[in-house]
Structures are given as structure tokens and as C-alpha cells.
């Protein structure tokens, strides 16, 4: 066996210290895709299919050479020659192919599957762009496209391509495929489809191009603006091209390998992750009668085959089509919906749920509850807000379908690869052992009492935070103070997950502070989010944060104490720069509406404590660690469901009968912030703020503050006690591992192997 000094040369034909960092980077690439070549096994048995609009994989070069066991033999390999593997790191690009967590659990599930051996690939598209890069002029988000695929060389073009029919026309789906490695484990693929006619040369200001042209446009972005007729045509059809071209993968791989169809099951099991893919359901009963199987035994075939995952409970996010639109995109899929949407309205009297409305609406989820055999939720509380609320219709239907699986993600990417300081001192004070299984972490328990590990953890802690204020100097050309406390609210923007209600707070702080009533600690308040491009108040709240952070800056009476760091273009390489140095993770969403998220979880990984509410997996943190060891506020979800039954919320009451609320919302439109800010977008907020409120910030405002001050004060007047809520924390995440997740998936729904 060769040493990988030995197969660079060999690869680079020269010795490391004549190559370039280009040259090496290729070398690199070459050495792990022939390594992960090798441990491609073949498939007996049952092969999931994971389908996905949305595959966040991050940056690759690392991940690999972990995965592969490469990573410290390569590092050292290099400073040996003068070079290094960060610098490397650099050139490589990130695959930006989703949006926020949905697209991050499919990356980590996709590690997962591959580490614990079991045959399962991605199945989705290969956007040329990607999501939007987001630049800041006038402290305002600017969209900008990102050529992430033009230097990657991550992704293979295969020969094969499958016709798909859009709109009457036909098109060649071309596979191209990335490989995915596992830790120590077999190798899988993420299987990407591209329209090959695509052409960048369309993209005019911003992310702005013509959404009519099918054939230049259908694989160049993702999710393409949904605001308007014409982009959601293109998502639909950016869907149908993904399903069919998928569902005709699954079905001549099968086939290879000895399936008949007829036992479809026995060789496939396809999880479809939310509705974006639901499609494939009547797309593989058209191919199913194609290949000469009748309809109704198509049905139960598919039934069989296929499962569905559905990540939120918000309406607008729930997919619904006018039936004409799918009449004009894939008229060939119609009769068979129609003909689906009888046999579901023959199960049940109930109009609620039918596939197809009276209006004429198809609805995606009901079609996938209806034609799969399991229905999941991603965290204990989600799930039953599915079963007893929301799709409560459908659980007194089909009782059996519905279970929970609570999300996870990879530790190898969220904690080896991202702190790698923490994973030695994981690993020299409890062994290797928990970088297969998670659950070994709980061995640091024995740590609780031992005041020296609690202060070399607190120090691995206030290097990392060193890290990323270096970072953040170098790349946002922000300072901050790394003696303060790093809170941290990372995720996309939406007003669910409350960053106005952080906003707020961070308006009461100013004020406090210039009162002189001075915190226990001088805090730090970190951001990373993008907006929607369309979703108008989502962008207004981060001006607000990039203004107040301005504001904030220049007034010596209040910088030294609190300091507002928005990050531009947060995606999964700033996050990996996060994660390691934050010391409270806000998780403040109001209970019921963020289904599980994950970033909770690689926060609590890392050491962080949780503020946050009772909802998503937070429940489940809470748990894990108890309550004396995560900040807990703010209504419950029942509350919250039946304050919106009741129809009886008033946000004015509440900014009119508290002064600390009325304070800091009309500091919104003061001078300090006008100075810097835009009085359209400031003013659009204020108003959102007094008059809708949807989403009850004003409500746990003060049990917001209250909680917040008092992990500020637990921080400063009591590190061992705030060091050892760290320890549990971490000693408490093994449960969120996705490798126990899948192993979950896999015993109670694929059986895979
Ligand atoms: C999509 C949209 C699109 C239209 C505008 C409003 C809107 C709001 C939310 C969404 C989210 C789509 C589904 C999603 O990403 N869900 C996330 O899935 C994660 C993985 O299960 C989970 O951790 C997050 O809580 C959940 O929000």
C-alpha cells in the first residue's frame, strides 16, 4: 500500500513542494475520489432512493478526508512540504445546493446512510447557481448569483441521460453524480439531474433572467423567486424534471439488478423530503403502466415503495397547485392524479381530505399521505401537532402511517471537522469511541465535578472564539470583542423564527446601557440569515439589525458593552466558523411553528447552552439535558394554537400597555437609526410590528429579556456552574447524532440491505 505522500507524487508527477495550490488541490481531489471509488459496494436487497430539492452539502475536501481517514495524514503530509491543507480548503467551492435545514438534513442524512453501510443515494438537481450569494449595499440584501459549479470538481458528468416530457416538449435530463463517503464506511451518490442546454448567459442584474425559457433556465437556479405566475411554473417544472428523471433511474436500476416491478418494493424504497418531490408518485404509476403493470396494482406498488417526511406546519409553505398549471406542465401526469383523487375521496367522506379541492387546487401532502406508507414528522412535538391538529383528518384515516423521526445531524462535519480542538479533548479524555457511537459522549458526565476539565473545555471554548472573530475581521472586516459572550441566531430569516424579537431586545439593551444600568457581561450578538428574496419584511428586519448594529458601533457609551454582527452570506462554511465559538444558541422561534430545526442541535454539540422556546426539538434538548441546564421561555404551543383559534391576538394592545415594547419599537424610526437606515423599510417594520405581529413576538418579549439577562448573569458571576452546563450539554447530544436518526428511518420504515 502506498503512503499518500507517494500517491500525490505519483498523481502530481513532481514532488509536493514544486506543485502549486492548484495542482494540489486537483491531486487531492483525484487521491480521494480514486480512495472513494474503492469502497463502492454493490447492492443486495433493498436500496433507498433519498429525493430532495435540496441537498446542502457544503465544502467537500475536508469532509472527505475525514471520512476517509485521510485528513491527518494528508495535513501533515503537506506542512512537511511547505503547503497547507487550509489554503486548499480555499480553492474548493461550496455547493450551495439548498436553502437552510431541509437541504442541510438531506447532507447529513446522505453522511449518515453511507457511514452506517447502508445502500442509499441522493436523488435531485445540479442548480448551476445554486442558492443566491447575498451582498450588502446600503446595510440592504442584494441577491448575486453564485457560479459555485465553475471550479468544483466534485461533480461527474455521466453518460446517461433519461427524455422527460415538459409541456408537450422533450428534454434530456443528464446525470451527473458526486460521490458521497462514509466514516469508515461504503461509498454512495448523490445523483443530480442538469439540463444540458442551460445557459448562464441569461442571468441579467442580480439573480433577475427570463423565466419563460425553459430551456435556459430550468436547472439554473434554485428555487427560482415564487412570487410571481411564471416562477412557480419554473419550479414545477424543475420538479417534474427531477421525479421523472429520477423515477426512470430507480426503475432501470432495479430492473439490473433482477427486479420484475412487480416487486418494485423489494428493491426500492424512495423517501420523498417534503413535497417538492411528490410527484414521483404519480410518476412512477404512469411508468409502472408503461412497463405493462395494471393501475391499481401501480398504486399499491408505489404505496409500498415510497414514504414522506414533512418538515413544517406553516399553510404557505405547504405546496398547493391550481390544477390548470399542472394541466399545462405535465398533462400526462393529470388523469392520473384525477384518478387518485377519486380512490382518496372513496376512503373518506371528508373534503378535507381530497387530493384536488372544490376549487381545483391539488394538494400535495395529502396526495403523499394517501400514496406512501409511512407519513413523518421531524421532532417528538411536531409530530404530534401533525397527528392532532394539523393532519388530524388524515391520522383518524390512517392511524398506522404516522411516526416521528427527530431530526440529527453528522458530527462528523459539526464537530471533527469543525472543532477540531474539542474532538481531541473529547477524544483524550473518553476514548475514539464516540465518532461511531454518539451516545459515548455521555462518558463526560464524570467530568461535571472536575474544575480543571471544565476550565480546559472553557479555554477550548474562548480559542474558537478567538477563531472566529479573526475570521470575522478578515472576511466581513468586523471587530468584535472576544472577551464578551457570543450569542448567536444563525438560520434563514423568517418571522417565525423571531430574529425581530432579538431586535427588540438588542433596542431595550441600548437603552438600558445609555441609562447606565450596564449588563453583567459585555455581550456579543452574531447574525447569520438570508431572505427570500421576495419575502419583503424578512429583508426589512435585517436592515434593521445591519442599522442598529451601526448605530450601536459608533456610540462609545454603549459599543464597549454590546456589540451586533451581521454576517454577509452566512452558508455552511461561516457556520462551521460559528458553530465551535458561540456561547448562548438562540432557538427563540414561537412554540409550534419551527417544526424540529438542526442548528440547535450543532450548537449543543459544541458547547453552547440553548435559549429557546418550547418547540422543535428544543423540547427534546430540554429534555436530554434537563431544565436547570437550558434557558426555557415563552408561551407553549398550545397556547400559541389556541391563541390563533381564537383569533384574539392584538399586538397594538401590547406596544401601546408596555412602555419597554413602545420603546423599542419606535426607536425603529428614530434618528440614530434613520441615519443610517432607509425610512421605507424601517417604517414597514414598525407597522408589521404594531398592527400584525403574526407571529406574537410582542408577547414573550419580556420573558425573552428576562431569560436572556439571566444567562448573561449565570455567564459572568458563576463560570463553573456556566462551564458545567456546557459539559452536559455536549455529554447530552449523542442522542442527536444522524446516525441515530437513520438507524431509526431504516428500522421502521426501509429495511434496507
Ligand atoms: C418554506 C417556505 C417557502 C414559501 C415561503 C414560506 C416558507 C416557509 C418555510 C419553508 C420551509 C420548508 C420546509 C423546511 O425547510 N423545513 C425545515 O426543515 C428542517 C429539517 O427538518 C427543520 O429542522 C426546520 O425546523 C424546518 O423549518
Known amino acids: 500500500m502506498m503512503n499518500v505522500e507517494q500517491r500525490l507524487t505519483g498523481i502530481l508527477g513532481k514532488s509536493i513542494s514544486e506543485a502549486d495550490d492548484r495542482q494540489l488541490y486537483s491531486a487531492l481531489m483525484q487521491l480521494v475520489q480514486d480512495q472513494a471509488g474503492e469502497q463502492i459496494r454493490p447492492v443486495s436487497g433493498r436500496k433507498l432512493y433519498y429525493i430532495s430539492a435540496e441537498f446542502l452539502l457544503g465544502k467537500l475536501l475536508s469532509n472527505n478526508l475525514i471520512n476517509l481517514n485521510l485528513y491527518d495524514e494528508v495535513k501533515e503530509c503537506l506542512e512537511k512540504s511547505g503547503k497547507s491543507l487550509a489554503a486548499l480548503e480555499e480553492i474548493d467551492s461550496e455547493p450551495s445546493l439548498g436553502n437552510g435545514g431541509l437541504g442541510r438534513l438531506a447532507a447529513c442524512f446522505l453522511d449518515s446512510l453511507a457511514t452506517l453501510n447502508l445502500p442509499g443515494d441522493g436523488v435531485g438537481l445540479l442548480y448551476h447557481c445554486g442558492l443566491f450569494r447575498q451582498k450588502f449595499e446600503n446595510e440592504l440584501q442584494h441577491e448575486k448569483p453564485d457560479f459555485w459549479l465553475d471550479n468544483n470538481g466534485w461533480v461527474k458528468r455521466t453518460d446517461k441521460a433519461y427524455p422527460v416530457m415538459l409541456a408537450g416538449r422533450q428534454y434530456a435530463a443528464r446525470l451527473c453524480q458526486i460521490a458521497v463517503t462514509g466514516y469508515n464506511g461504503r461509498t454512495n451518490q448523490l445523483n443530480l439531474f442538469d439540463l444540458e442546454s442551460v445557459d448562464e448567459g441569461i442571468i441579467g442584474d442580480g439573480i433577475s433572467f427570463p423565466k419563460d425559457q425553459i430551456e435556459k433556465n430550468l436547472t439554473l437556479f434554485l428555487y427560482p423567486d415564487d412570487s410571481d405566475d411564471a416562477g412557480r411554473l419554473l419550479r414545477l417544472y424543475q420538479q417534474y424534471f427531477m421525479v421523472s428523471a429520477g423515477a426512470q433511474m430507480i426503475l432501470e436500476e432495479c430492473a439490473a439488478r433482477g427486479c420484475n416491478y412487480h416487486d418494485l418494493a423489494d428493491y426500492a424504497a424512495i423517501q420523498i423530503n417534503d413535497t417538492h418531490p411528490s410527484m414521483i408518485i404519480p410518476e412512477l404509476i404512469r411508468l409502472l403502466g408503461e412497463k405493462g403493470v395494471g393501475f391499481d396494482e401501480a398504486v399499491e406498488i408505489v404505496t409500498n415503495t415510497c414514504a414522506y417526511t414533512n418538515h413544517t406546519i406553516l399553510s404557505e409553505a405547504l405546496e398547493k397547485w391550481p390544477a390548470g398549471s399542472l394541466y399545462r406542465v405535465v398533462p400526462h401526469l393529470m388523469p392520473i392524479i384525477d384518478r387518485l383523487n377519486q380512490i382518496a375521496r372513496s376512503r373518506s367522506s371528508d373534503a378535507s381530505t381530497a387530493i384536488i379541492d372544490g376549487n381545483g387546487t391539488v394538494h400535495m401532502a395529502h396526495m403523499d399521505i394517501h400514496f406512501t406508507h409511512s407519513t413523518n414528522g421531524v421532532a417528538y412535538l411536531h409530530t404530534e401537532i401533525l397527528k392532532n391538529s394539523e393532519l388530524a383528518n388524515f391520522n383518524r384515516l390512517y392511524p398506522w402511517k404516522f411516526n416521528n423521526k427527530t431530526n440529527g445531524v453528522t458530527f462528523r462535519r459539526w464537530l471533527m471537522a469543525c472543532n477540531p480542538m474539542l474532538t481531541k479533548e473529547i477524544e483524550s479524555r473518553i476514548g475514539p469511541g464516540f465518532k461511531k457511537d454518539a451516545d459515548e459522549l455521555k462518558n463526560l458526565l464524570a467530568l461535571q465535578e472536575d474544575e480543571a476539565a471544565l476550565q480546559r473545555f472553557a479555554d477550548i471554548k474562548a480559542a474558537n472564539k478567538r477563531a472566529l472573530a479573526k475570521w470575522m475581521l478578515e472576511t466581513q472586516g468586523i471587530e468584535i470583542n472576544p472577551d464578551a459572550m457570543f450569542a448567536i441566531q444563525a438560520k434563514r430569516l423568517h418571522e417565525y423564527k423571531r430574529q425581530q424579537m432579538n431586535l427588540l431586545f438588542l433596542i431595550h439593551q441600548y437603552f438600558e446601557i445609555k441609562a447606565g444600568h450596564l449588563p453583567p457581561v459585555p455581550l456579543v450578538s452574531i447574525f447569520g440569515a438570508k431572505a427570500a428574496p421576495a419575502y419583503t419584511i424578512a429583508k426589512d428586519i435585517i436592515h434593521a439589525l445591519r442599522v442598529l448594529s451601526r448605530v450601536v458601533a459608533e456610540d462609545p457609551a454603549v459599543s464597549p458593552w454590546m456589540q451586533i454582527a451581521f454576517v454577509e452570506n452566512y452558508n455552511v462554511s461561516a457556520a462551521e466558523k460559528m458553530f465551535p465559538a458561540c456561547d448562548l444558541s438562540e432557538q427563540i422561534s414561537l412554540a409550534s411553528k419551527e417544526a424540529s430545526g438542526t442548528g440547535n442541535m450543532k450548537f449543543m454539540l459544541n458547547g453552547a447552552v440553548t435559549l429557546g422556546t ?49 420603546r423599542a419599537i419606535d426607536f425603529l424610526l428614530s434618528d440614530e437609526m434613520l441615519r443610517y437606515g432607509s425610512r421605507e423599510n424601517l417604517e414597514r417594520l414598525k407597522n408589521e410590528l404594531i398592527y400584525k405581529d403574526w407571529f406574537q413576538t410582542l408577547p414573550d418579549f419580556n420573558a425573552y429579556t428576562i431569560r436572556k439577562l439571566q444567562a448573561m448573569t449565570d455567564y459572568a458571576v458563576n463560570p463553573v456552574k456556566w462551564r458545567r452546563m456546557c459539559l452536559v450539554n455536549i455529554a447530552n447530544a449523542g442522542f442527536f447524532s444522524a446516525d441515530r436518526t437513520i438507524a431509526e428511518y431504516n428500522r421502521d420504515i426501509w429495511q434496507l440491505g
Open 614 to 662: 418550547m418547540d422543535g426539538a428544543n423540547v427534546e434538548i430540554a429534555q436530554q439535558v434537563g431544565g436547570e441546564n437550558i434557558y426555557i421561555f415563552g408561551q407553549s404551543s398550545d397556547q400559541v394554537i389556541r391563541r390563533y383559534a381564537a383569533g384574539d391576538y392584538c399586538a397594538r394592545e401590547w406596544y401601546e400597555g408596555d412602555p419597554n415594547i413602545r
